[in-house]
């Protein structure tokens, strides 16, 4: 059972906007992942689509994994990556902190053994 990965580092996007992005693909397999990201209207969905399709590609052209059509994402880590800070002078003397976030992300697929498809249920009578 194979598997291959996708590390998008330093992306210039909140970590807020891209976890609801990456609860929506997590478990999916990467046919369902990928049609379910084209049709989102976010930002953060065109990120990882691009992410997507390197995990794909990079598996692929990976020796373990055997069918690129049986991959499912079984991970997809997020982490806050470092926060840029600049200065916004204001009124009277004052100045505002201006936070630039960024956003690591780490997408893992794996291949889906015929037992594990969901919604598939075993005939148990022909074993």
Known sequence: MGQASALLR???VSFRKMK???????GKSANVAERLLTVSPRRTARIMLKLLRSAVANAD????????????ISRV????????KRARFKARGRVALIRHRTTHVRIVLEERLEAEEPG???DKSKR
């Open 10 to 12: 330093f992306e210039r």
């Open 20 to 26: 609801p992005i990456a609860g929506l693909i997590r």
């Open 61 to 72: 052209d990976s020796l373990e994994v055997g069918d690129v059509d049986s991959l499912y």
């Open 77 to 84: 880590e997020l982490g806050p990556g470092p926060t840029a």
């Open 120 to 122: 598939v249920v075993q």
